[in-house]
């Protein structure tokens, strides 16, 4: 069974960088697409970037597309949430989240978290105006 863990959350300014990543183990990584959601207070949880198995494939939410890069390492088990443009808004928990790579990679399918199995603890993002 494969377990995720985050890394990287903090404070930052607005208009700042930060990068979150995720380690997996205990199973193939490369089995997985590879999620980010988020979860401000009082709100649900909302999608934020999808990458899958095979790196073919990405997609980001609007609130994100520009701002926002995804990359993973299938030999060091690890995704990676590249955060540039930093707003207050984007001010979250953020979770790393797997989904099996035998299900396809579409869009519709993969900004669903109940299509993604898998799940980290969470990191904080906090952006200051």
């Known amino acids: 069974q494969v377990q995720l863990v985050e890394h990287g959350g903090g404070l930052v300014q607005a208009g700042g960088s930060l990068r979150l990543s995720c380690t997996s183990s205990?199973?193939?990584?490369?089995?997985?697409?590879m999620g980010w959601f988020r979860q401000a207070p009082g709100k649900e949880r909302e999608f934020v970037a999808v990458i899958s198995w095979n790196d073919l494939f990405t997609y980001f939410a609007d609130s994100v597309k520009g701002r926002f890069t995804i990359s993973r390492d299938n030999a060091k088990n690890t995704v990676s949430l590249q955060m540039s443009s930093l707003k207050p808004e984007d001010t979250a928990v953020y979770y790393c989240?797997?989904?099996?790579?035998?299900?396809?990679?579409?869009?519709?399918?993969?900004?669903?978290?109940?299509?993604?199995?898998?799940w980290g603890q969470g990191t904080q993002v906090t952006v200051s105006s």
């Open positions: 205990g199973g193939t990584f490369s089995s997985y697409h």
């Open positions: 989240s797997a989904s099996p790579r035998l299900l396809p990679a579409t869009a519709q399918r993969l900004t669903v978290p109940d299509n993604f199995q898998l």
